[in-house]
């Protein structure tokens, strides 16, 4: 059974970055079937895809934040991590990591981690 | 605003049927068949239900089935139970490497 746990501060000031961590335990990240993906929610609202990683460090992302972001993979820890720079009251939400698109599953995102709130604010 | 067109609330009793809308264009819903489908209930992480459109997740109950016609993607709920209160959110590739999801859509269980 593949779990996801997203890590990180849960408050960041207005134009800092904004620095997240997904563990993933269960299965490898180096999987050739699936990419990883974040995504968010801010409170009460609906999901917003934010990017991808692929095992190889191939990299997709949502073009409403492309200069923003970045996404990239620690190996060693099974880790997949999220950068967001220069973030704004509008980046207040829950933040989640998924496995996901894959090819097994329809390029849909089969497993997801708990989430974490994280809150811009000065 | 989002990218997918869900109804903001559907309702229903037990034991009966619902069907969720989630209307796309040309460019997403309607020129591939990567729609999935997703449960979510209050404070929780949304759960997968419905890829590629139609097809479940092993171990999922059967009351769940999703179909798409065109550019509209449609999930139903047969067999209305308690449980199934929850909002229910779209998503569709849409091409370029991006994928979009609708607006989410909350099932009342009356």
């Known amino acids: 059974q593949v779990q996801l746990q997203e890590s990180g501060p849960g408050l960041v000031t207005p134009s800092q970055t904004l620095s997240l961590s997904c563990t993933v335990s269960g299965g490898s990240i180096t999987t ?10 801010p409170a009460g609202k609906g999901l917003e895809w934010i990017g991808r990683i692929y095992f190889d460090g191939n990299t997709n992302y949502n073009p409403s934040l492309d200069s923003r ?5 620690d190996t060693s820890k099974n880790q997949i991590s999220l950068k967001l720079t220069s973030v704004t009251a509008a980046d207040t939400a829950v933040y989640y990591c998924a ?12 497993y997801w981690g708990q989430g974490t709130l994280v809150t811009v604010s000065s | 605003q ?10 229903g ?25 997703y449960q979510q209930h209050p404070g929780k992480a ?13 171990g999922l109950s059967h009351r769940f089935s999703g179909s798409i016609f ?5 999930l139903t709920i047969s067999g209305l139970q308690a449980e199934d209160e929850a909002t229910y959110y779209c998503c569709s590739y849409a091409g370029s490497s991006l994928w ?11």
């Not at chain 1, 050739?32 to 929610?41: A, G, M, P, T």
């Not at chain 1, 496995?99 to 089969?110: I, K, N, Q, V």
């Not at chain 2, 989002?2 to 309702?11: G, I, N, R």
């Not at chain 2, 979009?100 to 009356?110: C, D, E, S």
């Open chain 2, 100 to 110: 979009v999801f609708g607006g989410g859509t909350k099932l009342t269980v009356l």
């Open chain 1, 32 to 41: 050739y079937d699936y990419f990883w993906s974040w995504i968010r929610q």
């Open chain 2, 70 to 74: 065109g550019n509209t993607a449609s």
């Open chain 2, 13 to 37: 009793s037990p034991g009966q049927s619902i069907t969720i809308s989630c209307t796309g264009s040309s460019s997403d819903v309607g020129s591939y068949n990567f729609v999935s489908w």
């Open chain 1, 99 to 110: 496995r996901g698109p894959g090819s097994r599953t329809g390029e849909a995102f089969d």
């Open chain 2, 46 to 58: 949304p759960k997968f239900i419905i890829y590629e459109g139609s097809k479940r997740p092993s």
């Open chain 1, 69 to 73: 972001v970045t996404i990239s993979m």
């Open chain 2, 2 to 11: 989002s990218d997918l067109t869900q109804p903001a609330s559907v309702s």
